[in-house]
C-alpha cells in the first residue's frame, strides 16, 4: 500500500492530498529512512516516525487497512511504539509531587 494512502486511512492526516505533501516535503522516516515519495510501499511490521504537531511519534504498522473506517478501526492497525514517553514532563511532576507526600 502507498505511504500517502495509508497515513489517509490510519486517520493521520486529515486528507490523502495532504499525506502527499506531508511525504514530500521528507519530514517521514520508513525503518530509519528518509523517504520523499507518496507512493513508497508499505508493509505489516514497517516502522513509521511521523512528526505531529507538538511531537514526534514512531508507530509500527500492524496490518494495512482495507478502507479508511472510524478511528477505532484505524488504531487497531498500528501500534504507538513511544507511547510512554508521550508526556515525560508530566511523569516527572507526578514523581516529583508523590515525594511531597507527608505520611
Given amino acids: 500500500m502507498r505511504i500517502d494512502k ?3 486511512f490510519l486517520r493521520l492526516a486529515a ?3 495532504f499525506a502527499q505533501h506531508w511525504v514530500q516535503d521528507g519530514h517521514i522516516r520508513l525503518n530509519g529512512r528518509r523517504i520523499e515519495k507518496p507512493g513508497t510501499s508499505i508493509k505489516a ?3 513509521l516516525t511521523l512528526p ?3 511531537r514526534v511519534t514512531v508507530i509500527e504498522v500492524a496490518t494495512l487497512p482495507a478502507r479508511r473506517g472510524p478511528a477505532e478501526e484505524a488504531q487497531r492497525c498500528y501500534r504507538v511504539l513511544d507511547e510512554r514517553l508521550a508526556n515525560p ?3 516527572e511532576a507526578q514523581s516529583q509531587s508523590s515525594g511531597d507526600l507527608i505520611p
Avoid: C, F, N, Q
Fill in 6 to 8: 495509508l497515513l489517509w
Fill in 15 to 17: 486528507s490523502r492530498s
Fill in 45 to 47: 511490521g514497517d516502522v
Fill in 52 to 54: 505531529m504537531r507538538s
Fill in 89 to 91: 514532563i508530566a511523569g
